[in-house]
């Protein structure tokens, strides 16, 4: 649907996903049984750090703020998109869509900076053992939270104002399941030059500059654990990383095969399965990969369900 006589459009059309009709009802129920677990996954990493003191370490504090930015990152857009299926309305409007925006864009800096923070932390507990306690302190646990949630809030604030100045007089047709920044820009009547430089520049600080500091931080990890002389050493510092780097992968192989090798406009439906992965089902690997496969969260988990069963 069209709006060529309007100077600025009140409401958008999400396409969608990829899917035809009949198969709405049970891509429907996939999708949401994928998210409750998402929630229900993240919601129990949080329940065991707060329950465990055994959990409260640097670590684990980490762990906790991606637990939670995980559950809200997945509610920005999943259960929009589910309401859609289920409605089939299509409909969100001008200022949904620019508070969309807005939580996605700062909720998956805030991600790679939570990333960066615990590779940080593995470089220390194992380059740096015995200085870890000394510097992985309270105190620069809160700093490096209180920055990435900054940088990261500083970053959406900036994008979304660049955004609001734009024009959109025409179509309103978004060929997507959310209100994604490129797919808007496309859709914009003004210049997008600006904004386009931008994404270009926040990108390298959200995006490039921490996936940096991760590979360095692995490279020193890498180049400690050769030096280390009994096997299992060497199975124990590789099992505290194996976790953390399948996670950094999930998540820095999606963003960089959507956002540094798009496709052509005229494959859109790659984009839009490739934002499903990073929106949806990342957020609900992670409670698998990186915690409930962990000895200290299946202990914490044992712990907490015999002293229910005790009580």
Sequence with gaps: MGRENQSHLSEFLLLGLPIRPEQQGVFSALFLGMYLTTVLGNLLILLLIRLDPHLHTPMYFFLSHLAFTDITFSS?????????????SQSISYAGCISQVYFFLMLGCLDSFLLTSMAYDRYVAICHPLHYITIMSQSLCF????????L???SAILHTLLLARLSFCGDNL?????CDLATLLKLSTSDTTVNELFILTVGVV?????FACILVSYGCIGATILRVPSTKGLYKALSTCGSHLSV?????????????????NYSNDKDVIVAILYTLITPMLNPFIYSLRNKDMKGAL?????RGTFS
Excluded at 174 to 178: A, G, I, R, S
Excluded at 206 to 210: A, E, N, Q
């Design 76 to 88: 920005v857009t999943t259960p929009k998109m589910l309401m859609n299926m289920q409605t089939q």
């Design 206 to 210: 959200v995006i490039t500059l921490p």
């Design 248 to 264: 950094v992968a999930l998540y820095y192989g999606t963003i960089i095969g959507l956002y540094f090798f798009p496709s052509s």
């Design 302 to 306: 044992g712990n907490i369900l015999s």
């Design 152 to 154: 990261s809030s500083a």
């Design 143 to 150: 700093l490096l939270v209180i920055v990435s949630w900054i």
């Design 174 to 178: 978004l060929p997507h399941f959310f």
